[in-house]
């Protein structure tokens, strides 16, 4: 029993539609599997960009903390750095003062050695000015002084005038008559 041409076209047509949906099905599952491949790579992605966001987030953060705890540092270093006028300063009080060339003032300084290196500035400024300088030096004084002390009597108003334009801290006191360079002022807590 043979089989005729009919037959082996019936099972040539059965193998290639049993191929073809071999095929149709391989493929299905493929793409199904490929669809759920590329969606989990696009929640890894969207994860990661989201992980990466915050990562940035975090970093802008801390970067934003060590300029802020730098800035605090230079804050600090500035009220512990010893008292000096700047050249502009220099200039604004010779300018201001030279008005009182001639006249004399008194200038009591303390033995502490910033206040003392202070007064020496202070004092240059006044000589510059052509007021001439009566020095005297005190070890200490109780209570503590702190600060530049000007009095406030009338001969006085011009020292506290020039002081303020060339932005130099001062204190006024109506009971000295003499201009005392006194101790750093204290770092505030």
């Known amino acids: 029993m043979g089989f005729s041409p009919e037959s082996w076209n019936s099972v040539a047509n059965f193998v290639l539609i049993i191929s073809l949906m071999f095929g149709v099905i391989a493929t299905t599952v493929i793409v199904i599997t490929g669809k759920k491949i590329n969606n989990k790579f696009k929640l890894e992605i969207s994860e990661n960009s989201?992980?990466?966001e915050n990562a940035k987030l975090d970093l802008e953060k801390e970067t934003l903390k060590r300029v802020e705890?730098?800035?605090?540092?230079e804050k600090l270093r500035l009220k512990l750095r010893n008292r000096s006028l700047?050249?502009?300063q220099r200039e604004i009080l010779i300018s201001s003062l030279s008005q009182l060339a001639g006249t004399q003032v008194s200038v009591t300084s303390l033995g502490d050695k910033e206040a003392s290196e202070y007064a020496e500035q202070v004092i240059s400024v006044l000589t510059a000015s052509g007021i001439k300088v009566i020095r005297s030096t005190c070890g200490s004084i109780s209570p503590p002084c702190y600060g530049?002390?000007?009095?406030?009597t009338y001969n006085f108003s011009a020292f506290s005038?020039?002081?303020k334009e060339a932005d130099v801290e001062?204190?006024?006191?109506q009971y000295d008559t003499q201009i005392i360079?006194?101790?750093?002022?204290p770092i505030d807590p």
């Open 50 to 52: 989201v992980k990466f």
């Open 69 to 73: 705890v730098e800035l605090e540092l």
């Open 86 to 88: 700047t050249v502009k």
């Open 148 to 152: 530049i002390i000007i009095p406030t």
């Open 161 to 163: 005038k020039a002081f």
């Open 170 to 173: 001062y204190q006024l006191s």
């Open 181 to 185: 360079i006194g101790l750093k002022p």
